[in-house]
C-alpha cells in the first residue's frame, strides 16, 4: 500500500453467524479470516462460545497463537449454551455492555455473514462512527456476495438522502480477508461537521445544538 499511510491494529472484533450458514465457502471463509488475523498478529475480539462461524474464526486464531477474548452475556453460559469460549472469557449483564466493551476494546470490526444479531451489532457500531462515539474502521466480508443486498439497500438510501456520501464512506466491504484488513488499516475517519460537535463524556450536561436537517 504505498503512498498511504496505515493506522496500526492490534485488535478485530469480528461479529458473524452463531450458526454455519447453507455455503461452505462461509465456513472456510471465516477458518481463512483467522489465519490472516494470526499472520498478521492481530488478536481477536468477538461474541464467545464456538458455535458456527463464531468457533470457526477464534479457532483459527487461536491456533495461530493469538490472543483470543470471547465477551458474553451471561445468560448464554447457562447449560452451556454456547460451548466454550475459545479463549479468554468476559461475562456481562446485557447484550449492550457486550457492544460496548466491544467497541471500547477493538481498534476495528470486520462483519462475517449472519442473521440480525449480526447485522444489529455492524449498523450499531456504523451508527455511533457516524455520531462521532467511535473513529475506528468497519468492514464487511463479502462471501460469494451475501452481503450485495445490505450494500444495493445503503446505496439506495442514500440515493433517497437517508444517508450522507460522508456517512456511506464509514462502511468498508471486500472479497478477501487480506484485501478487508488492507482496506481497515488505511481508513481515515471523516466525522460530519456538525455530528463532530456532539460531546459524549459522562460529564456533559447537555449536547452541542445540532443542524436538524442532519440524516441520522
Not at 488475523?37 to 468477538?46: F, H, P, S, T
Not at 487480506?178 to 460530519?192: C, G, I, M, N, Y
Request: glycine residues 8%.
Amino acid at each position: 500500500m504505498e503512498g498511504v499511510s496505515v493506522r496500526k491494529i492490534k485488535k478485530i472484533c469480528v461479529f458473524c453467524g452463531a450458526n454455519s450458514g447453507k455455503d461452505v465457502a462461509f465456513v472456510n471463509a471465516a477458518f481463512h479470516l483467522g489465519e490472516v488475523l494470526g499472520k498478521r498478529k492481530i488478536d481477536l475480539v468477538y461474541g464467545g462460545g464456538k458455535l458456527g462461524l463464531m468457533g470457526c474464526v477464534s479457532t483459527a486464531v487461536a491456533q495461530h497463537e493469538r490472543q483470543v477474548l470471547g465477551i458474553i452475556p451471561s445468560a448464554f453460559t447457562i447449560n452451556n449454551l454456547v460451548g466454550e469460549t475459545c479463549g479468554k472469557e468476559i461475562k456481562v449483564a446485557t447484550m449492550q455492555e457486550r457492544l460496548v466493551m466491544m467497541m471500547e476494546l477493538s481498534n476495528a470490526f470486520i462483519a462475517l455473514p449472519g442473521g440480525f444479531g449480526t447485522l444489529e451489532e455492524l449498523f450499531q457500531m456504523i451508527s455511533w462512527a457516524q455520531l462521532n462515539i467511535h473513529n475506528k474502521p468497519i468492514g464487511v466480508l463479502n462471501i460469494n456476495g451475501f452481503f450485495n443486498g445490505l450494500l444495493s439497500f445503503v446505496d439506495h438510501a442514500v440515493k433517497q438522502e437517508f444517508i450522507t456520501p460522508r456517512a456511506r464512506k464509514i462502511l468498508i466491504s471486500a472479497t478477501t480477508a487480506d484485501e478487508l484488513v488492507d482496506k481497515l488499516q488505511a481508513f481515515r475517519f471523516e466525522p460530519d461537521p456538525a455530528l463532530s460537535k456532539l460531546k459524549w463524556s459522562p460529564s456533559s450536561s447537555q449536547k452541542e445544538k445540532l443542524d436538524l436537517t442532519l440524516r441520522l
